[in-house]
């Protein structure tokens, strides 16, 4: 058997461990990231997702208690407005948790105090629908500071407005909560959320005066604007 | 059971987000999914549990299916199984003694798995039965129990190198009879 088919028979088998779960949390970091630039591979891993999702024929069916469907609906639209905003605007799902609160811990910086020279590597605009809203973000990843300008709009009387990250299918993570009387702010990322800028997607929420009371966007999304490398 | 293309289509219209859609869906599949659950999780109030958070994961991730370009039914069983398998393994990781002996109770093949009609077997329960019985149960509690090369080698009483050599050497006979 020629080299190359040794190394299809392994990366076979190798989609196989993955699918199972059997290898080790870096492994499998590793095989991921391979996954993510590698299409052949994907298609062995979903082979095997797909013979071994037949090992369910197997098992037979249950019919679960009326009171998982009521579950399911009350999590997923009672809720209300709130939610429905983010998923028409696509922007997925939302965690209403201390969880995510207990991310936004950050170090706020005057403007001035960012290292000298550096330049912005990603920027987003984030604006409303109708332009009433428009913030510009710059960001450098170097020093993982993130430079926020107000260009139009403000919040309403006795409101404040919160400025979010969203990462994929991640909670919305707060990067801040605006302070009404400023133009420009800058700050400096923790690093997990500096990772999750790029690609990310910026959104501004509606909350009441000193910003969200549960560490997710409670009120309306006013703008959103996805990051883009400059 | 509806047909891959109405689940297909109860896929394509919960991304479009129609609740109805999403409702035919659940009728169609939750019997199937909540057994996978049960099946992994041993425990009902735990597998409804984890039924509900399956459900709402399919609603906000419908728009990925296409992408994957899997069967609905792999696709969903594949969430499934995948959740139920995080959640035990979980479970294992907060000290659950009494996992050990349900487990070891629930080894064997199964009867209830005997007596399923052929027809609705994939070809992996036949390539199954062409490996030795305790590398085929090996295969089968790494899928459906979420066991690691470390439990399976306690298992079978076998050091964890070896096991991993058995693992590797049936997958890949799997997949040679698969592919036949």
């Not at chain 1, 990322?189 to 959104?203: D, K």
């Not at chain 2, 990781?93 to 009494?98: D, K, L, P, R, S």
């Not at chain 2, 077997?121 to 129990?145: F, S, W």
Request: net charge negative.
């Amino acid at each position: 058997m020629s080299g190359e088919g040794d190394m299809r028979e392994d990366d076979s088998v190798q989609a196989g461990e993955y699918v199972l779960g059997l290898m080790d949390a870096p492994s499998a970091r590793a095989f991921e990231a391979r996954l993510a630039a590698e299409p052949a591979l994907r298609g062995l891993v979903a082979a095997w997702e797909d013979d071994f999702a037949a090992l369910a024929a197997d098992i037979p069916e249950d019919a679960p208690p009326h009171s998982v469907w009521h579950g399911i609906t009350s999590e997923l639209f009672d809720a209300g407005e709130k939610r429905s905003i983010w998923a028409r605007i696509g922007l997925g799902q939302i965690l209403v948790g201390a969880a995510a609160a207990a991310l936004i811990a950050f170090a706020v910086m005057q403007a001035g105090l960012l290292s000298p020279g550096a330049t912005p590597e990603y920027r987003a605009e984030v604006a409303a629908a109708d332009q009433s809203l428009l913030f510009t973000a710059e960001f450098d990843n170097e020093s993982g500071s993130l430079s926020l300008t107000r260009v139009a709009g403000q919040a309403a009387p006795g409101r404040s407005l919160e400025i979010w990250l969203i990462a994929g299918d991640e909670a919305p993570v707060s990067v801040m909560v605006w302070p009404s009387d400023t133009e420009t702010e800058e700050i400096v990322l923790p690093a997990p959320i500096a990772a999750a800028l790029p690609g990310g997607t910026f959104a501004i929420s509606d909350e009441p005066e000193g910003g969200s009371p549960t560490g997710a966007p409670t009120g309306d999304v006013l703008a959103t604007g996805q990051v883009v490398p400059i | 059971m509806s047909s891959r293309e109405e689940i297909e289509e109860h896929i394509a219209r919960c991304a479009l987000g129609d609740r109805e859609a999403f409702a035919a869906l659940y009728r169609a599949t939750s019997a199937k999914l909540f057994g996978v659950c049960l099946r992994v999780l041993n425990s009902r109030a735990e597998a409804e549990d984890a039924l509900q958070e399956i459900y709402v994961k399919i609603w906000r991730n419908a728009d990925r299916y296409k992408a994957g370009g899997y069967s609905p039914m792999t696709w969903l069983i594949t969430i499934a199984r995948n959740h139920a398998i995080d959640r035990l393994r979980a479970r294992r990781a907060t000290g659950g003694q009494m996992e050990e002996a349900e487990l070891v109770a629930d080894a064997g093949p199964g009867p209830e798995a005997l007596a399923i009609a052929e027809s609705e077997r994939g070809r992996i329960v036949t390539c199954l039965a062409e490996l030795p019985d305790d590398r085929a149960e090996a295969v089968r509690l790494a899928y459906l129990h979420g066991e690691t090369y470390a439990d399976l080698a306690a298992r079978f009483d076998v050091p964890i190198n070896t096991m991993r050599t058995w693992l590797r050497r049936s997958l890949m006979k799997l997949k040679e009879c698969l592919l036949r």
